[in-house]
């Protein structure tokens, strides 16, 4: 570049020095002398025009295969000498690596999405107003191909939990739960929704949880009426004497009391079934927690109950009486936990997330849950004390769900156990 920059300054000195001598020629009226300085004047001049013209051109080319993605292109320098021939070569190059990457994204992209269009996931590309720009095959196939969001998933969108919505496809209905994220490009705040279809995910949950209850139900029940059942056959085949002794009578006592007493137990059983099934809506309040843990004190004076002093303006959207008896619950299974403990300790902990929510976590240093029935202790009726009924933590769950919050827990054979209630904000 260096040297076709000396030409043009050479180009430019001689236009200039063949004016001048023009002039002055023509000022002596040497005619001739002055024709022949004009025409080599055009001739540079036409020479550096050419030389700019030539350069211009290959520059054109370059943005002109840019702007129309004609990266096939090869650059010949317009002048035979080493600097420009290294000049085209470089743009070459330089256009070469160019395509190469656009290559690149174009396969990347094209691998997206027909990665986006092979998953049963449908996903929605849309602005703030709800206009779809991009939507994969399973979007299509289950919205059809629409370039609004429907008003129900607009509204959903626009919630940061994870909304369940109904959608009507063929008179069949599909239960979709949706995922947004927002993030901007070039600009412009745009969202991404993922749209999941749970119905045969309810149904199977469901069926599990009907089939869990079930076989609790018949071993409950099973396990009464099989003993009245067969006391009952041996009193029939015994018959009635015309004068029972004592021993006869001592018989059908004990006949008769274990009858009453399976009898009574299936009657508890079904009275805390119907408690189960029976649980109010609750009625939410503004409640201190403070003042919950200080009349959790009262009920619970002991040395190992620890409760972690909470910040006076804590509190929970929820219902007193409900909430209480779920912590009642677990501070009884907590201390039933640490019974074998010398060093008894039951911790009651409370903590703003960063997402807006409260956690309540209730934990001991107890004898923990075997990992194979961590999983069905919150099923109903499920127990593993000798005398418990199975409907605690059951009850605790539902009321949980009733207040759009959930309760997990952490458990770990001969460490202890941790309950976490989570409250929405």
Not at 33 to 40: D, F, N, R
Not at 78 to 92: D, H, Q, V, Y
Request: glycine share 4%; hydrophobic share 40%; charged share 25%.
């Amino acid at each position: 570049m260096k040297r076709f920059a000396i030409r043009v300054v050479l180009h430019i000195l001689l236009i200039v020095l063949l004016s001048i001598g023009s002039y002055l020629l023509f000022q002596k009226q040497l005619w001739f002398s002055t024709t022949i300085c004009m025409i080599l004047l055009i001739i540079t001049a036409v020479h550096l025009y050419r030389m700019q013209f030539k350069q211009i051109a290959l520059l054109r080319r370059l943005t002109d295969g840019l702007r129309y993605n004609d990266m096939m292109q090869t650059f010949h320098p317009p002048f035979k000498n080493k600097i420009m021939n290294e000049w085209a070569e470089e743009l070459s190059d330089t256009l070469k690596d160019f395509r190469g990457k656009l290559l690149a994204e174009e396969i990347k992209h094209q691998y997206y999405e027909n990665l986006l269009n092979k998953v049963d996931t449908a996903v929605l590309v849309a602005d703030k107003a709800g206009h779809i720009e991009w939507m994969n095959q399973a979007a299509v196939t289950h919205l059809g191909q629409i370039s609004q969001l429907p008003e129900s998933l607009l509204k959903a969108s626009a919630t940061s939990d994870t909304p369940v919505i109904r959608i009507e496809q063929n008179n069949t209905v599909l239960e979709m739960a949706v995922s947004c994220t927002t993030f901007a490009t070039q600009g412009r705040e745009q969202q991404l929704i993922s749209l999941k279809n749970i119905h045969s995910v309810l149904e199977r949950n469901e069926m599990e949880a009907w089939q869990k209850l079930i076989r609790v139900l018949t071993h409950e029940i099973m396990n009464s009426i099989t003993p009245i059942i067969s006391l009952s056959e041996t009193l029939s085949e015994r018959g009635i004497p015309s004068q029972p002794g004592e021993k006869e009578y001592s018989v059908m006592l004990q006949a008769m009391q274990t009858i009453h007493r399976r009898s009574k137990g299936l009657l508890e059983f079904v009275e805390n079934y119907r408690r189960l099934t029976r649980i109010p809506t609750p009625i939410r309040t503004q409640i201190s927690v403070a003042e919950l843990f200080t009349d959790l004190k009262k009920l619970f004076p002991e040395e190992e109950f620890q409760f972690e002093a909470p910040s006076p303006e804590l509190k929970l959207n929820a219902d007193r009486t409900q909430i209480e008896q779920v912590l009642i619950n677990l501070l009884k299974n907590a201390r039933e936990a640490c019974n074998r403990k010398l060093d008894k300790n039951i911790q009651v902990k409370v903590k703003k997330l960063s997402t807006g929510n409260t956690a309540l976590t209730i934990s001991d240093n107890g004898e923990g849950i075997l990992p194979d029935v961590l999983d069905k202790i919150f099923v109903p009726f499920f127990t593993t004390k000798t005398s418990g009924s199975g409907i605690g933590l059951s009850l605790c769950k539902q009321i949980m769900t009733l207040h759009e919050g959930s309760i997990n827990v952490k458990s770990e054979v001969g460490k202890g156990s941790s309950f976490i209630l989570t409250f929405p904000k």
